[in-house]
């Protein structure tokens, strides 16, 4: 099974910037990852499309991220970064990393992360 580790959320004022990352890993089973990325929760409300990136370096965005976030993959491939600039008070929420993946019979898993706050103050 592939396990997910995301840093670099925290404390930011607005008009800030931070960087998220998210490493998929495993000591178990051969995997390709077809997409990435980042989901984002504040209680009581449902979880939402921050950004994806898929194996082909396609970038998906949220609607109200677009244009100050932007979403990467690192040269290993199983690795991401999230670059949130211009942060607001509303991006207040904990993200969290997910990851599809096959497995080497080509089964399709998705696979989710802790989750890292990120607090955007006034």
């Known amino acids: 099974q592939v396990q997910l580790m995301e840093s670099g959320g925290g404390l930011v004022q607005t008009g800030g910037s931070l960087r998220l990352t998210c490493a998929a890993s495993?000591?178990?089973?051969?995997?390709?990852?077809?997409?990435m990325g980042w989901y984002r929760q504040n209680p009581g409300k449902q979880r939402e499309l921050v950004a994806t990136?898929?194996?082909?370096?396609?970038?998906n965005y949220g609607d109200s991220v677009r244009g100050r976030f932007i979403i990467s993959r690192e040269s290993d491939e199983n690795t991401v970064a999230l670059q949130m600039n211009s942060l607001k008070p509303e991006d207040t929420a904990v993200y969290y990393c997910?990851?599809?993946?096959?497995?080497?019979?080509?089964?399709?898993?998705?696979?989710w992360g802790q989750g890292t706050q990120v607090t955007v103050s006034l």
């Open positions: 997910n990851a599809v993946y096959r497995d080497y019979n080509s089964i399709s898993y998705d696979t």
């Open positions: 495993t000591t178990t089973t051969i995997f390709t990852i077809t997409r």
């Open positions: 990136i898929n194996s082909g370096g396609m970038p």
